[in-house]
C-alpha cells in the first residue's frame, strides 16, 4: 500500500502543479478532503476541490511555469511524506502582487494522508515567506 500511495503522491505534484491540470484535483482530492496550510486564515482550511482550485488557479496564474521536484517520499501506513523543491518565473498577477518577473526557488514538505486512491487530508509547509520575499512582496 506504502508504495502505491507514494505514486499517488507523486502523480499531485506532477499532473496539478507541473502540468497545470485542474481537472486532476478532482480525480486525486476527495470531495471532503481538507488541505491545512494553504489558505490565508489557518482556522480554515482548503476543503475539497473546490476550496482547493482557487488557490491551484491563483498559483499557477503567478506561476504558470512552476515546477516541483519530489526530493524525497516516505511512506508509513496511510501517509506519504513529499519534501520539494519548487522552482517558478513570478509572470503573473494572480497573488495580489504585480509581476515581479524574477525567479523564485523555494522549498517544502507535504504529509498527505490517502484513502480509497484519494488525498483525504493533507498538511502543507511550504515557505511561502521566501517566495514573498524573492517577488517583493514583503
Known amino acids: 500500500m506504502s508504495e502505491e500511495n507514494k505514486a499517488i503522491v507523486r502523480r499531485w505534484f506532477e499532473e496539478v502543479w507541473n502540468k497545470g491540470r485542474s481537472d486532476a484535483i478532482d480525480e486525486m482530492f ?3 478532503g481538507i488541505a491545512h496550510g494553504l489558505s490565508d486564515d489557518p482556522e480554515k482550511p482548503m476543503q ?3 476550496g482547493f482550485k482557487p488557490f491551484h ?4 496564474g503567478a506561476f504558470p511555469d512552476v515546477e516541483v521536484v519530489v526530493e524525497d517520499l516516505i511512506a508509513e501506513g496511510d501517509k506519504v511524506v513529499a519534501r520539494c523543491s519548487v522552482r517558478g518565473k513570478h509572470t503573473g498577477d494572480h497573488l495580489g502582487v504585480a509581476a515581479s518577473n524574477v525567479p523564485v526557488e523555494f522549498t517544502g514538505i507535504a504529509i498527505v494522508r490517502i484513502k480509497d ?4 487530508e493533507a498538511w ?3 515557505d511561502f515567506l521566501k517566495m514573498n520575499k524573492q517577488i517583493g512582496a514583503i
Open 30 to 32: 476527495a470531495a471532503d
Open 117 to 120: 486512491g484519494k488525498i483525504v
Open 57 to 60: 488557479a491563483a498559483f499557477r
Open 124 to 126: 502543507n509547509n511550504f
Open 48 to 50: 475539497g476541490p473546490v
